[in-house]
C-alpha cells in the first residue's frame, strides 16, 4: 500500500487538490473544514514526511506551512481590532464621505486607489485588513450592501501589490533570482499596472452601477456627517495609530532591517495586548480563516512535494519550441490561470529557476533576445492571477472570511465572476504591453 502511494503521489496528492478545490468552489462544506481534510489525507498517506530529515534534505510537513503569513495574520488582525475600539476607522471613513462629498462611485473609486497604491508597498493582506473596517463604516452609512467595496478592494489590491518589488511575494522571489532590483520593477511595471487599474475600476464601477446608487438626501446627509464623537478612547487611538504607524514603517523598510514583516506584526500586537483584555481580542480573531490557511499550505505543500507544480511548470517550458514570443505568452497566461488556481508563491519558486536555464547563455539551446521578458510575465501573470478566483490570493481569502463572518457572504462563483473578469483583461492588457515593449 505505501509502495502505492508513494509511487503515484503526484497523482494522489493532485487528486486531493482538486477534490478540495472542488468542495471549496461548491461551498457544501465551510473551506476551513474542508482544507483540515485535506490536509489530514495528505499527513496521513505519507505525501509529506512529518518532520524534517537534514540528513537527506528532506522538508517536514510543516516547511511547507508559510508561518510568517500566518503570524503577519494574526498580529494584524488583533492590531486592527483594537484600533477599531477607540472609533479611528469609524472617523476615517467619515472623512473620506466628506471628502468625496458622498457619491458612492466616487467613494468606490478613493477606496480602490487608496488599496492599490498601499499594497504596492505593503502586504496585501495587511492592506485589506486595513480597509475592511473602514468600508464595512462606509456601506453602513450608506445603507448599502459593503460586497461590491470589498470585491473591487481586493482586486485593487492584488493589482496594486503587482507594481513593486515588495508588493507581492512572487515578486521577491523573481526579484532575487533575476538580480532585479526595487526600482526595476518600478520602472518596467508601473506604465502597466495603472493602465490595468483604470480599466478596471471603470469595469467594476460600471458593472456594480445598480448597488452604488443612493438617496440625495442620504447622500447630503453623508456629506454632512459630525465626526467630533466617533473617537471613543482618545488615548487607545492615539497608541494604535503610532503602533500601526511603525509597523507600517517595519514593513517599508525591511531592505534596510532585514526583519520579516510578521516579526513587526507580531511585536505590534503584542505591546497593545498589554493594555487590553487578551481573551476579548482572541475572540475577534478570524480563526477559520487562519485554520483555512494551514490547510491549504499542506495540500499544495504534498503537491509540490511530490513533484507537481514541477511538472506542470516543465509541460509549460516544453510547450514553447524555443520560441521567446510564445514562451512569453505561454508563461503569462499559464502563472495567471494556474496562480488563481493554487498557491503563487511555490509556483514562482519553481519557475523561476526554469525561466534561468531557459536564458542560460551555457544552455545550447538558450532563448536570445529580450529575455528579460519571461520575468515580467511571470510576475503580472503570478501575481495579477490571484484575482481569478477566492482562494487565488490571501487577500482573497480574508475578505471573504471577515465579510461572511458579518453576514455579507461572497459566493464562490460570485467572486469569480468579477474576478475571472479582471484577470482576464488583466492578462490582455499585460499581453499587448510584454509585446509591443520587449518582443517586437
Known sequence: MLEFIHSHGMIISGAILLIAYIFIASEKIQKSVVALVGASLTMLLGLIPLSLNLEHNVKGVFEYVDFEVIFLLIGMMIIVNIASRSGVFKWLA???????????KTVLFALAAFTAIASAFLDNVTTVVLMMPITFVIAKEFETDPVPFLITEVLASNIGGTATLIGDPPNIIIGTRAGLSFMNFVQELTP?????????????????????????EKMEHVANLDNSKTITNKNLMIRSVITLGLVILGFVTHDITHISAYVFAVSGASFLLLF???KEIYRDVEWLTIFFFIGLFIIIGGFEANGGIKFLADQLIVLTHGSLELATMVILWASGILSGIIDNIPYTATMAPLISELINPANPNAMTGATHALWWALSLGACLGGNLTIIGAAANVLVSETSASRGHKISFLRFMKYGALITFISLVLSSFYLYFRYLR
Open 94 to 104: 467619515i472623512n473620506l464621505l466628506k471628502l468625496t462629498k458622498g457619491h458612492p
Open 192 to 216: 502597466i499596472v495603472f493602465l490595468i487599474f483604470m480599466v478596471s475600476i471603470g469595469v467594476l464601477i460600471f458593472l456594480f452601477r445598480k448597488g452604488l446608487k443612493t438617496a440625495p
Open 276 to 278: 487590553e483584555k487578551p
